[in-house]
């Protein structure tokens, strides 16, 4: 890539992020242990579903402390709802782990926090991302998805190669705000079934944009002529 486009990628990202950014109570902290808390929610669960058993959660269980002494039954209860009861008892485990060996105190670097019972590669990034505001790469469904049509198109691509490109375009420093925009670009604007190309900021740099348009424009039906009775103002 060249490093125009690169600029150009990130300015636009960035300011459509701080315009239409959603406001939700996991953003609003650094504490790891409440950003793992919603990390695992997230998985699998849309993000409306989850804001109330995440506020829920964590008034129940606040600290990593009280979660590893907590029953396990009283937490899948708690959990309960949400589904797929495994990630509690995994969330649940973590906790135990950060307690009993790191004094209750999570790590930050993303290799060490792989290391705890449940994480992956993405649920460790993120915590290293949110939490400490490191300059991590790690990839979900949105963001595979954002990366992939910008720069390869609407064609499949190796996991490395996508990595490698989301490397390259990581503002140094901003490893945060970044991810962030990263997975609400793909929630809300570069949609697996819809995406708003019509209003996106990144049409220009954007591989996929010629093909998506095309396809569009071969699915919509013909409009037929209105009839003299329509009064319709759309």
């Not at 485990?93 to 209750?104: F, L, T």
């Not at 944009?209 to 409009?223: E, G, K, V, W």
């Amino acid at each position: 890539m060249s490093t125009d486009k690169v600029q150009q990628i990130r300015e636009g990202l960035l300011r459509w992020f701080q315009d239409v950014q959603r406001d939700l109570p996991w953003r609003r902290t650094r504490d790891p242990y409440a950003i793992l808390v919603s990390e695992v929610m997230l998985q699998q669960t849309q993000v409306d579903r989850v804001i109330p058993y995440y506020a829920r959660f964590l008034e129940r269980f606040p600290t990593a402390h009280d979660l590893a002494e907590a029953p396990v039954a009283e937490v899948i209860k708690l959990w309960a709802g949400l589904g797929y009861n495994r990630r509690a008892v995994n969330l649940q485990r973590a906790a135990q782990v950060v307690v009993a060996e790191h004094d209750g105190q999570f790590p930050s670097d993303p290799e060490e926090l792989r290391k705890l019972p449940g994480l992956g590669a993405y649920t460790s990034g993120a915590v290293a991302a949110f939490a400490f505001e490191r300059d991590v790469v790690f990839l979900d469904t949105n963001m595979r998805r954002v990366i992939t049509r910008l720069m390869f198109g609407t064609e499949s691509v190796p996991e490395r190669e996508v990595l490698a490109v989301a490397q390259e375009l990581l503002p140094p420093g901003h490893g945060w705000v970044w991810n962030q925009a990263l997975i609400e670009f793909g929630a809300l604007q570069c949609t697996a079934r819809k995406p708003a190309c019509i209003v996106c900021p990144l049409t220009s740099q954007c591989a996929a944009f010629p093909h998506i348009q095309s396809a569009l424009a071969t699915a919509r039906p013909r409009s037929r002529p209105a009839e003299r009775f329509e009064t319709s103002s759309r």
